[in-house]
């Protein structure tokens, strides 16, 4: 038990250590959160840019309505109302004004051309062309105006005041959403969503990189003929849970780590998206248990021994970085299958498609949190989900002891799938 545990405080010492894992573990967060942040400043930012308004309307309607529009861009942009670019052009012709249009927004002089004609008046349709067409506020506020002032003519041509018109045709009816469980109300569905697509983002990436971490260890040991020197005083199978045990802790570490810092980045985003004049997302952190925290560390803890021993298996049977990557893919593509169908689970958490991911021993420590998170969850279901991991773990674990026992002091040829099975008999 002694020569276990030296195995694994030296992994887990090796790699804590390192330089790779402080960049990760104090960046990760770091990075996630300019994700969240950056598109909403970037939005907040075009949005008070006021770029709508530096354009020119082409009126063909024979009518007001282009000085309508223009005034009402000129009013709904913040800080333009006094300086506002908006130029009127009434045509006869839409060709000859549109061409000259045409050559301003080339020359950068306007950012684009609006045309009204006698379809927009029957209310069909009106055009804009210019350099800002994926501008999505800029575009939003050109059609709130021009279905603003086109429905304020239709009303006065049919004697109806538009003000009263306007309100009698308005519905803004406010649609939210809360969650009810067991436990009591409270939170969002969205944010619940958002937390379940986190939680089973960051279990696929711990996983997936320590895994893989686990088959590079197996593979430098192997190629620098260190095994060869440590298996005379330990056992394959204490090597290989030391291995396994100590990379799986530094990965534990991790995501204790950067669960926390996202806590607090999460608690301190008022002041921040406040300093940054970014409006804030309403709702909160969903209310999660202690006993529901502990079965999502179990779901990793078992997880990642489920794939720690397929990878180290792979490790143990190649000679070279070129064999590991075409021999991880089959282990790979198991994980992968999880985060594939991530979006059916979000949307429909309780269909029979859902219940089967969340059952199955290589999918569940990925798909059964993302459940638990986003919908109350039969217990029945999570003791099956953790029994199913569990033997599953179990039987990879022995199946890569018995491949790591033999493939490990293996070198040059690389082996046949009947020849790694002549070595899981024989172990």
Same mark, same amino acid.
């Given at each position: 038990?002694?020569?276990?545990?030296?195995?694994?405080?030296?992994?887990?010492?090796?790699r804590?250590? =390192?330089?790779?894992?402080?960049?990760?573990?104090?960046?990760?967060?770091?990075?996630?959160?300019?994700?969240?942040?950056?598109?909403a400043?970037?939005?907040?930012?075009?949005?008070a840019?006021?770029?709508? =308004?530096?354009?020119?309307?082409?009126?063909?309607?024979?009518?007001?309505?282009?000085?309508?529009?223009?005034?009402?861009?000129?009013?709904?942009?913040?800080?333009? =109302?006094?300086?506002?670019?908006?130029?009127?052009?009434?045509?006869?012709?839409?060709?000859?004004?549109?061409?000259?249009?045409?050559?301003?927004?080339?020359?950068?002089?306007?950012?684009?051309? *609006?045309?009204?004609?006698?379809?927009?008046?029957?209310?069909?349709e009106?055009?804009?062309?210019?350099s800002?067409?994926?501008?999505?506020?800029?575009m939003?506020?050109?059609?709130?105006?021009?279905?603003?002032?086109? /429905?304020?003519?239709?009303?006065e041509?049919s004697?109806?005041?538009?003000?009263?018109?306007?309100?009698?045709?308005?519905l803004?009816?406010?649609?939210?959403?809360?969650?009810?469980?067991?436990?009591?109300?409270?939170?969002?569905?969205?944010?619940?969503?958002f937390?379940?697509?986190?939680?089973?983002?960051?279990?696929?990436?711990?996983?997936?990189?320590?895994? *893989?971490?686990?088959?590079?260890?197996?593979?430098?040991?192997?190629?620098?003929r260190?095994?060869?020197?440590?298996i005379?005083?330990?056992?394959?199978?204490?090597l290989?849970?030391?291995?396994?045990?100590?990379?799986?802790?530094?990965?534990?570490?991790? /995501?204790?780590?950067?669960?926390?810092?996202?806590?607090? &980045?999460?608690?301190v985003?008022?002041?921040?998206?406040?300093?940054?004049?970014?409006q804030?997302?309403?709702?909160?952190l969903p209310?999660?248990?202690?006993?529901?925290?502990l079965? *999502?560390?179990?779901?990793?803890?078992?997880g990642?021994?489920f794939?720690?021993?397929?990878?180290?298996?792979?490790?143990?049977?190649?000679?070279?970085?070129?064999?590991?990557?075409?021999?991880?893919m089959?282990?790979v593509?198991?994980?992968?299958?999880?985060?594939?169908?991530?979006?059916?689970?979000?949307?429909?958490?309780?269909s029979?498609?859902?219940?089967?991911?969340s059952?199955?021993?290589?999918?569940?420590?990925?798909?059964?949190?993302?459940?638990?998170?986003?919908?109350?969850?039969?217990? /029945?279901?999570?003791?099956?989900?953790?029994?199913?991991?569990?033997?599953?773990?179990?039987?990879?674990?022995? *199946?890569?002891?018995?491949?790591?026992?033999?493939?490990?002091? &293996?070198?040059?040829?690389?082996?046949?799938?009947?020849?790694?099975?002549?070595?899981?008999?024989?172990?």
């Amino acid at each position: 038990m002694d020569k276990l545990f030296a195995v694994i405080r030296r992994e887990y010492l090796e790699r804590v250590r =390192s330089r790779w894992f402080l960049i990760a573990t104090t960046f990760g967060p770091v990075f996630f959160g300019l994700l969240m942040f950056l598109p909403a400043l970037l939005t907040s930012r075009e949005k008070a840019s006021g770029d709508a =308004s530096k354009i020119i309307i082409i009126d063909a309607t024979g009518s007001s309505l282009g000085d309508r529009v223009a005034g009402q861009l000129a009013g709904g942009v913040s800080g333009t =109302s006094e300086q506002s670019q908006v130029r009127v052009v009434r045509a006869d012709s839409i060709a000859p004004a549109e061409s000259l249009a045409t050559r301003e927004v080339v020359e950068q002089r306007v950012k684009g051309y *609006l045309v009204l004609d006698s379809n927009t008046v029957a209310g069909r349709e009106a055009k804009y062309s210019g350099s800002n067409t994926t501008a999505i506020f800029d575009m939003q506020q050109l059609d709130r105006a021009v279905q603003h002032e086109v /429905l304020g003519m239709r009303l006065e041509k049919s004697g109806i005041d538009p003000e009263l018109g306007r309100e009698l045709t308005s519905l803004n009816v406010k649609f939210t959403t809360e969650r009810l469980t067991k436990r009591g109300r409270g939170g969002s569905g969205n944010v619940s969503i958002f937390f379940g697509l986190a939680v089973a983002m960051l279990l696929y990436m711990t996983i997936f990189i320590y895994g *893989l971490n686990v088959l590079r260890g197996v593979l430098e040991e192997k190629q620098t003929r260190v095994a060869e020197v440590v298996i005379a005083s330990v056992s394959s199978t204490k090597l290989l849970l030391g291995k396994v045990i100590g990379v799986g802790a530094v990965g534990f570490t991790q /995501l204790v780590l950067w669960m926390a810092m996202s806590f607090v &980045m999460w608690k301190v985003r008022a002041p921040i998206l406040e300093r940054m004049g970014v409006q804030q997302m309403p709702g909160g952190l969903p209310d999660i248990s202690w006993g529901a925290g502990l079965i *999502l560390l179990a779901f990793f803890v078992l997880g990642f021994m489920f794939y720690a021993g397929l990878f180290a298996a792979v490790g143990a049977t190649v000679n070279s970085e070129q064999e590991a990557q075409q021999a991880q893919m089959p282990v790979v593509l198991l994980l992968v299958c999880s985060i594939m169908f991530v979006q059916n689970v979000l949307l429909t958490p309780d269909s029979a498609l859902s219940r089967t991911l969340s059952l199955m021993p290589f999918s569940a420590p990925i798909v059964m949190p993302l459940r638990m998170t986003v919908a109350p969850v039969p217990p /029945l279901d999570i003791v099956l989900a953790l029994l199913s991991v569990t033997l599953g773990a179990i039987f990879t674990t022995w *199946l890569a002891s018995r491949i790591y026992r033999v493939g490990l002091l &293996m070198y040059g040829k690389k082996p046949s799938m009947r020849e790694i099975m002549k070595w899981v008999r024989q172990s």
